[in-house]
């Protein structure tokens, strides 16, 4: 494959370990994170949230579907205790993509490592795995650069999005709810491109069992708990029938 | 610009909650050195987890007895994997997913 090729040959140049270049990789997820962020600010404030407390939970939580739980389940007073454990069951898949990453940080102090994994969301998770099988490296600086300007851009426009609530009433008129979905199609592509040509017809056959298990488990789980389930399932299956 | 002390309280709770997943295998797996089968497993993540996001947006949840295709989404998703697989480029896929996406919504 010689996309493989080139992108390996890139590997030995030194800006792969930049934090600029690690900025640089994070702008084309950043559309995504603008609209969703405006989305998010306006369904806040239509909540019934204050700026301010939009801004902490978006300072402090950084993690869109689980902020946007929070709302809904703001709205329908659900205790306290509800509201913190669905955000947790919400947010569990970062638990397997912060273990899928954290094998390649090891080298760098406890600190350093607490700080990838405080950034770490599914946007940066998605880029990041696709940078380690692109260059089989992944380097902490990059990593903070990829992190930092997500991090910024999210809590900017979730802020913008609560102010300006009114003038983008309706986000998903103009397709901004779908560059997350696009996003997540091509860091799965670019993924399937980085894997040897003998493997790909393994890892389709767990794309296709992730497709039938999502739609069974969606009758009798939300959505989440589906995304994390067939995960497990799946990646175990992975490890079953690999040769 | 106001909140409460309850408000600020759910949500450092909820920061708790969604924190300690992200960073406890960070500081864990640096003391343990994980079985080959566990690595090969965590190989297995990152196209199940990719695809578990892109299908948990193609399917509508929201009508009881069935799930279905989510068509806009659907309608959208097929030439936005087509170009994603053609350019290789992440923000040409995301540029197009979204101006196709307005288009459908335009014409649906």
């Known amino acids: ?243 | 610009m106001t909140t409460t002390a309850s408000m600020v309280w759910l949500i450092i709770g909820c920061a708790l909650v969604t924190w300690l997943p992200r960073i406890i295998p960070f500081m864990f797996v640096r003391s343990v050195k994980l079985p080959d089968v566990v690595l090969k497993w965590l190989s297995f993540i990152p196209v199940c987890i990719l695809s578990a996001l892109v299908f948990e947006n193609l399917l509508d949840t929201e009508s009881k007895n069935f799930v279905t295709l989510d068509w806009p989404v659907f309608i959208t998703f097929v030439p936005t994997l087509i170009i994603a697989i053609v350019t290789k480029s992440l923000s040409i896929t995301v540029v197009a997913g979204v101006v196709i996406m307005a288009a459908v919504r335009f014409f649906m």
């Open chain 1, 1 to 243: 494959m010689t996309s493989t090729t080139e992108l390996h040959a890139k590997s030995t140049t030194s800006s792969d370990n930049s934090f600029l270049q690690g900025v640089k990789d994070c702008v084309p997820t950043l559309l995504g994170y603008i609209s969703i962020g405006l989305a998010f600010g306006v369904v806040g404030s239509a909540s019934g949230m204050s700026v301010l407390e939009i801004a902490l939970l978006t300072i402090l939580v950084y993690a869109g579907s689980a902020q946007f739980i929070f709302c809904a389940l703001l709205l329908t007073s659900s205790p306290a205790s509800a509201i913190i454990v669905t955000i947790f069951v919400v947010n569990l898949r970062h638990l397997l993509m912060s273990l899928t990453l954290a094998p390649q940080f090891t080298r760098y102090s406890m600190l350093r490592n607490v700080g990838f994994g405080t950034l770490l969301t599914d946007e940066t998770f998605g880029v990041a795995v696709t940078k380690q099988m692109q260059n089989g490296k992944l380097y902490g600086k990059w990593m903070d650069g990829l992190n930092i300007t997500a991090y910024s851009f999210w809590i900017l426009s979730c802020v913008a999005g609560a102010f300006l609530g009114q003038w983008v009433a309706n986000p998903e008129k103009w397709g901004l709810d779908f560059a997350l979905i696009a996003m997540f199609v091509a860091l799965l592509v670019l993924q399937l491109s980085s894997v040897s040509k003998n493997k790909i017809v393994h890892y389709l056959m767990l794309i296709g069992y992730m497709a039938v298990s999502m739609y069974g488990l969606s009758y009798i789980v939300p959505s989440h708990v589906a995304v994390l389930l067939a995960t497990i399932i799946v990646a175990t299956i992975g490890v079953v029938t690999d040769k």
